[in-house]
């Protein structure tokens, strides 16, 4: 795995390809999380896993976020959320779906980066909030 990630080239990967990695490195950190609460069958995983991976739950964890970001933590979110898109999730409007694309992005940003210490933290912080709300 840690040779893909050194292939990646931050300077020039595309935000939508951070997105797209972040999105799933956060869905396995969720599913990973609720799998340790309960054991229970994987479609109940599935439907409380989207209170935490949905556009908007992670466009209202963003808003949660922003003041506790870095500064370049900030910029990668900020790239990802104005990206080019072309599709919208059917269950959010454009901006919580802009939002939620930022959020993804810096999520894949961390990870590509090896920064696991700070990447926990992030999702940490969101767990407590979404479960919190």
Do not use: P, W
Not at 49 to 60: D, G, H, T
Not at 80 to 99: F, Q
Not at 112 to 125: S, T
């Amino acid at each position: 795995m840690e040779e893909f990630r050194q292939n990646i080239d931050l300077q020039t990967v595309s935000m939508q390809t951070l997105a797209f990695i972040g999105d799933a490195v956060y869905n396995v950190y969720i599913r990973c999380y609720l799998a340790s609460k309960s054991n229970q069958k994987t479609n109940k995983l599935h439907n409380d896993s989207i209170k935490f991976v949905s556009a908007r739950a992670q466009s209202k964890t963003v808003d949660m976020l922003i003041d506790s970001l870095k500064e370049d933590e900030i910029a990668v979110y900020k790239r990802g959320r104005n990206t080019n898109i072309s599709s919208v999730s059917k269950n959010a409007d454009i901006v919580e779906y802009k939002k939620a694309t930022g959020f993804e992005a810096l999520i894949g940003y961390l990870y590509i980066k090896n920064e696991n210490e700070r990447l926990e933290e992030i999702i940490d912080l969101c767990i407590k909030y979404i479960s919190e709300t």
